[in-house]
């Protein structure tokens, strides 16, 4: 049973509506998203406790501690967390769009064509790490464009966006592999290493570009939340309801795009957490609508814990999370795909 959403006045004039189970929730999972991030910075060839680890963040640690906590394993850590929440953002909007479970971006093409941008700059072109990045989040654009064009007709319907973004993410899955049989042997093995997707080697450099589209499009998003959670009950109840459709269409799949091309540029196509973290969330909360917030809550936590396991669960052996991610996501993609045909909606 939903809980019922309460109102609260600012001095300014402001109403804000809030759902208490949804604040918990969210509230809930930072502290476990915090948590995990002290755990993992306190995992590695030199361990440190949670203790060490929070005086160190705050700069009461040894010179040798701040050193290893500052420079070398937080900027990873922040690298998860922002490539989790923009996974789960983008994975947010674009089903709610679609008012879809499947309608992902790494499933309707998104992630696809910010792979091939990257792959592009790496075969054709031999670019550095800041031309990949650059060219990922250009195809990731590209495809927007394209699957937003093929799929408009009399607006961008729900069921149409779905197939047309699957038979983009085939088209360009056959160039992914065109262009890795291009390659000579040292880009294709680089290109490889990119495609499993990891956070190997994030330092501060890959940081700040996050924080500033962080910055850039987390308020737009949040503010567009009640419009997108009254395109969930179709264009014409929205357009009843004020909300300009095309426009607030064209506005959330940009910054969906965008979120998955940036996180794709920093980090490599990590798979499924798109697809996973706003359904768990939305199951969380019981609360009708996107759940931006605890979705990208959900999403950092989960790309943490992911990573935690990728690099201690295996021995000496360290894995790119991206593997331990698709491994997770294809057992939850099956066990949606059951409830969903249970449920009569596939």
Not at 104 to 119: E, W
Not at 208 to 237: H, K, N, S, T, W
């Amino acid at each position: 049973m939903n809980s019922p959403v309460k109102a609260i006045r600012t001095p300014g004039g402001l109403s804000v509506r809030i759902d208490p189970r949804a604040a918990v929730v969210v509230l809930a999972l930072a502290a476990a998203a915090a948590a995990s991030a002290v755990v993992l910075i306190g995992s590695g060839d030199f361990p440190m406790s949670f203790g060490d680890v929070v005086d160190s963040l705050l700069g009461n640690g040894t010179a040798a501690q701040e050193f290893i906590v500052q420079e070398l394993r937080l900027p990873r850590v922040l690298v998860a967390v922002l490539v989790g929440a923009f996974l789960a953002l983008s994975g947010a909007i674009f089903q709610s769009l679609s008012r879809n479970p499947l309608g992902s971006p790494d499933v309707i093409g998104f992630g696809q064509g910010a792979t091939v941008g990257a792959l592009t700059v790496i075969v054709l072109f031999g670019g550095g790490s800041l031309a990949v990045s650059g060219g990922a989040v250009a195809g990731g654009l590209l495809t927007g464009v394209l699957v937003y064009l093929l799929a408009r007709k009399r607006g961008v319907q729900g069921f149409r966006l779905v197939l047309v973004g699957i038979g983009v993410a085939a088209v360009l899955t056959a160039v992914i592999h065109y262009l890795i049989t291009k390659a000579n042997l040292v880009d294709a093995t680089r290109a490889t290493l990119w495609m499993t997707g990891s956070l190997d080697g994030r330092d501060w450099a890959q940081v700040r570009p996050l924080m500033i589209m962080c910055a850039v499009l987390m308020p737009l998003v949040l503010a567009y939340g009640r419009p997108l959670r009254m395109l969930e009950m179709g264009d014409d109840a929205a357009y009843a309801l004020g909300v300009p459709v095309e426009r607030t269409r064209i506005v959330l799949m940009g910054a969906g795009v965008l979120f998955i091309a940036v996180a794709t540029a920093a980090a490599g196509p990590i798979s499924f957490v798109a697809l996973s973290a706003p359904q768990l969330a939305r199951r969380l909360t019981r609360s009708p609508g996107p759940n931006l917030a605890a979705a990208a809550v959900m999403g950092a936590a989960l790309l943490l814990v992911a990573d935690w396991v990728a690099t201690n669960a295996f021995a000496d052996r360290q894995l790119p999370v991206g593997v331990v991610t698709g491994v997770l996501g294809g057992c939850y993609l099956l066990w949606l795909l059951v409830t969903e045909r249970r449920a009569g909606r596939i």
